[in-house]
């Protein structure tokens, strides 16, 4: 027997309550984990932004187009390092429902302004070879089986091809993937030089730019000269860093943040109250036991021990299941969830904030019936028994 | 102080206020117990028995006077140092047996143990020994809850001296038992006096218990007012 022997044979002596607990614990860590995994989805686009990117989009907004002329004058701008430009393609493969996020881009241009693609050197020299050639990114590939050397048909579902047709015959010359697993890798890239060629819309426009600045210091400056030279020109244009574009388009669903941090913050502030009352309802009944030992030579700092890891328990057991379960759940819905949440991971950083908080819960919950452990006075105690 | 003499109380003075009022337990107490002694202490409600037996064991501090202990002057210790003092020294009996009730009968022995250097090997030779010696080896794997009171209390005993201490202090040890089970339980407290050279000094209401021991005080208003031997 040892002190790890008493503390559990203490957690275990009511195991209906030790359940109920320990099950309140799971939920809150299920919720925890779920959430958080959601939320880092949806927040991954805007996370995953460099910070000295910034996009240039049309004044009207972003569906509107810009005249190629630009991309010169904004590659001219002093303190812009790179800039690239790009399509919406509005693809789909076979069927509407397959939606793929498809760009026509400038090759060369597009690779330096997103560093953050990983691509072996011999497919990349293949792609920029290859006026027909694209990218696709792995988890896309992995979707429909699709090697270097595939010839696919994309279909646009707003373009349509000189031929007639709206679809577009692309070879895969390479498979690329993220410098990050939540890199989304669900989308194709191909040369917007192709694209101008075979539709039927004109030439000399393009969606819109991205560009990365030589410091991200430079940004603000950046954006204003750019914004300010084609000011009361037809195509006025509106530049802002990627982070801060990204982010309002997912403000534009609702503050999600806002709303997880609320059911989160409830939820854990219940289990908290719930978990907190039971550890020193629980210390409470043993008042007797504890004077006992006490008595017999126990130390008031090992009781204090002992109670506190008690609690750290019962928070690991309850909070490690809930998060096994968070990890079984996010991981079984991810496939069925992937068209619209492409980075649905609960990755190591999530399971590292948990851990905190079971810390956190064990110890606050742990805290005070350990401290009135430490200070309960044998004789005051005997005097309390019946 | 006697090589003989295990406890020595010098003008102990106990008192607490409560509320504006000052309430005196003890104010000048004077006593001895010797090694080997077997002393009961009987008195009335509120006469202070428990407060002693409380300063005996440590478990409470005098507001005057001293308490002397095989040499070591108690009463001014830390609570750190009394804590261990009271692992090493005493062995505790109580009225309502106090077992740890998810513990069965041998880890509830063993408690006292936990506090010791002893390996794991050694610990289970002495909860067998304090076992056998009460008479439960038998039930060494039982809870409290499927034992009867006397058996309890005679786990308690075995608890209180498994770790081998110097002193035995019992709080009406029988208050809680039918006469034929007291008579029991003291007759294995006498047996431990006088059989393994226990000193043990017990707080009791009844006389028939008192008749055990080798020395009754009795104490009231906070001053011993008489003194027995058994012969």
């Not at chain 1, 989160?264 to 908290?272: D, E, K, Q």
């Not at chain 1, 550890?279 to 506190?308: D, N, Q, W, Y």
Request: neutral net charge; contains cysteine; hydrophobic residues 45%.
């Amino acid at each position: 027997m040892n002190d790890l022997y008493l503390i559990y044979k203490n957690m275990t002596r009511k195991p209906l309550r030790l359940f109920l607990t320990c099950f309140a614990i799971f939920i809150a860590f299920l919720i925890f984990g779920a959430v958080t995994s959601l939320k880092t989805a949806l927040n991954s686009s805007v996370e995953l932004s460099a910070d000295n990117r910034l996009v240039v989009f049309n004044r009207i907004n972003f569906t509107q187009s810009l005249p190629i002329s630009y991309f010169q004058k904004v590659a001219a701008v002093e303190g812009v390092k790179d800039v690239t430009h790009l399509n919406w393609f509005g693809g789909y493969y076979q069927e509407q429902s397959r939606q793929i996020v498809s760009l026509a881009v400038d090759p060369e241009s597009y690779l330096r302004v997103y560093e953050e693609i990983v691509i072996p050197e011999e497919q990349k020299q293949a792609w920029f070879n290859n006026r027909q050639g694209a990218l696709v990114g792995e988890k896309l590939a992995q979707i429909y089986g699709w090697k270097v050397g595939d010839r696919i048909p994309i279909s646009s579902n707003i373009f349509t091809h000189k031929d007639g047709g709206y679809t577009w015959e692309f070879v895969v010359s390479g498979i690329f993937k993220g410098d990050s697993e939540q890199y989304d890798t669900r989308q194709m890239l191909f040369h917007y030089k192709y694209f101008m060629e075979t539709q039927t819309f004109g030439n000399d426009w393009i969606g819109w730019m991205a560009l990365t600045t030589d410091d991200p210091s430079l940004n603000e400056k950046v954006a204003k000269t750019i914004d300010d030279s084609f000011a009361n020109s037809q195509s006025e244009t509106d530049t802002s860093t990627e982070k801060s574009f990204n982010k309002a388009f997912i403000e534009q669903i609702g503050n999600i943040g806002l709303i997880i941090f609320s059911v989160v913050f409830t939820a854990f502030f219940t289990i908290l109250i719930v978990v907190g009352n039971t550890m020193a309802l629980a210390i409470r009944e043993r008042t007797g036991e504890i004077a006992v030992l006490k008595t017999l030579g126990f130390s008031s700092a090992r009781i204090f021990r002992m109670v506190l890891s008690e609690s750290l328990l019962i928070a690991f057991i309850g909070g490690l299941s809930g998060l096994a379960a968070a990890w079984l759940l996010v991981e079984g819905v991810k496939t069925f969830l992937a068209r619209f949440l492409p980075n649905l991971i609960l990755d190591g950083d999530i399971a590292l904030q948990a851990l905190l908080f079971m810390l956190l819960l064990g110890i606050i919950t742990g805290l005070l019936p350990a401290f009135n452990a430490l200070r309960l006075n044998i004789v005051s105690a005997f005097n309390r028994q019946p | 102080m006697s090589e003989d003499v295990l406890f020595q109380l010098n003008g102990v003075g106990k008192s607490f206020v409560k509320g504006k009022e000052k309430i005196s337990i003890f104010d000048d107490l004077n006593m001895s117990i010797e090694r080997g002694d077997f002393v009961a202490i009987m008195g009335p409600s509120g006469s202070g028995k428990t407060t002693l037996l409380n300063m005996l064991g440590g478990v409470d501090q005098p507001t005057s006077g001293e308490i002397w202990f095989d040499g070591t002057r108690i009463d001014s210790l830390s609570e750190s140092a009394l804590t261990r003092w009271r692992a090493q020294n005493i062995g505790f009996i109580f009225q309502f047996y106090n077992l740890m009730p998810m513990l069965n009968a041998q880890r509830n022995v063993e408690l006292p143990l936990l506090l010791t250097k002893l390996s794991k090997a050694q610990r289970r030779k002495n909860v067998e020994t304090a076992l056998a010696l009460v008479g439960l080896s038998d039930r060494a794997k039982h809870m409290s809850s499927e034992m009867s009171g006397g058996q309890q209390q005679r786990v308690a005993i075995a608890r209180a001296i498994v770790s081998d201490p110097k002193l035995i202090l019992c709080d009406e040890p029988t208050g809680d038992l039918d006469r034929a089970t007291a008579d029991e339980i003291l007759e294995m407290l006498q047996l431990l006096n006088r059989d393994h050279g226990k000193t043990i000094v017990m707080v009791t209401h009844d006389p028939a218990a008192a008749k055990y021991a080798k020395l009754t005080l009795h104490l009231d208003k906070g001053k011993f007012v008489q003194r027995e031997i058994v012969a």
